[in-house]
């Protein structure tokens, strides 16, 4: 059984810094793309970040290019995603998902097995 679960979130004042995790277990980790994405109340999930299956290659949402950045430990089965200089519109549900595709995808499609998610809330 797959299991992604992702922690590290919580309330954070703007300019502030979060670091989430996400714990995969049940699959062969280190042949998984990993992405995490993002869901504001009453808006749709959207791509955040990915990470290719050995770390070397990265991608970004224009939004928090330049304030985010997304790791793996495929040692430990763990994605990471450091979030540094947080707005209020940062706001959101951050799911962790996993990724079969063989490329860095941004649509929600293109994930095979998701996290329950992690709330984020920066105060305006």
């Known amino acids: 059984q797959v299991q992604l679960v992702e922690s590290g979130g919580g309330l954070v004042q703007a300019g502030g810094s979060l670091r989430l995790s996400c714990a995969a277990s049940g699959l062969p980790f280190s042949r998984y793309i990993m992405g995490w994405f993002r869901q504001a109340p009453g808006k749709e999930r959207e791509f955040v970040a990915a990470i290719s299956e050995s770390g070397r290659v990265t991608d970004y949402a224009d939004f928090v290019k330049g304030r985010f950045t997304i790791s793996r430990d495929n040692d430990r089965n763990t994605v990471y995603y450091q979030q540094d200089a947080l707005k209020p519109e940062d706001t959101a549900v951050y799911y962790c998902?996993?990724?079969?595709?063989?490329?860095?995808?941004?649509?929600?499609?293109?994930?095979?097995?998701w996290g329950q998610g992690t709330h984020i809330t920066v105060p305006s």
């Open positions: 998902a996993a990724s079969i595709l063989g490329r860095l995808g941004k649509k929600v499609s293109d994930y095979d097995y």
